[in-house]
């Protein structure tokens, strides 16, 4: 992977603030402060740029998902991950707002039941939490698992959605 710059804006939310990680591509990541951020690795430099096209869209976005105006985004990404993480997180889309399924059922929804504790580390591991809507993703017995932002957060977006 050749070395390439990273852009990032802070920006503010219901949930606190949220760092927003963009490369030329795409958005790369959407971090929690005071989340676990290892999320996203890349090789080259971080550079603060409020005025990037890719965080400016996303920033904007994120707003209205924030206001409850929208419900899907509609983001370039540059999603960086291993071809089943990435197939994890493809299906965490097909998961409708204001929804939540198991582990086990997306794992299901993917092809292998099986491998619901594979698809709870690759959710663990998606960069673009609420873009990538991994908190829709919840325990077989209806508990609320892992989330990189902390459970709280987790709840506040489920609750936010289905209301």
């Not at 399924?101 to 039941?113: L, N, T």
Request: net charge positive; charged share 25%; with cysteine.
């Amino acid at each position: 992977m050749l070395p390439q710059t990273l852009y990032y804006k802070t920006i503010a939310s219901p949930i606190g603030s949220l760092r927003l990680m963009a490369s030329d591509k795409g958005l790369c990541a959407v971090l929690f402060h005071g989340g676990r951020n290892n999320r996203v690795t890349f090789e080259g430099g971080l550079e603060q740029a409020d005025d990037h096209p890719v965080l400016v869209q996303a920033e904007k976005q994120l707003k209205e998902y924030f206001e409850g105006k929208r419900k899907d985004f509609a983001l370039k990404l540059d999603v960086r991950g291993t071809v089943f993480q990435q197939k994890v997180w493809r299906e965490l889309n097909r998961i409708p707002y204001g929804k939540t399924i198991s582990y086990g059922e997306q794992a299901k929804r993917m092809g292998d039941a099986n491998k619901a504790r594979a698809v709870g580390m690759a959710n663990g591991r998606n960069p673009l939490p609420i873009v990538v809507p991994c908190h829709r993703v919840i325990g077989a017995s209806g508990n609320l698992t892992g989330f990189g932002g902390g459970l709280p957060i987790k709840q506040y977006l489920l609750e936010f959605e289905a209301a």
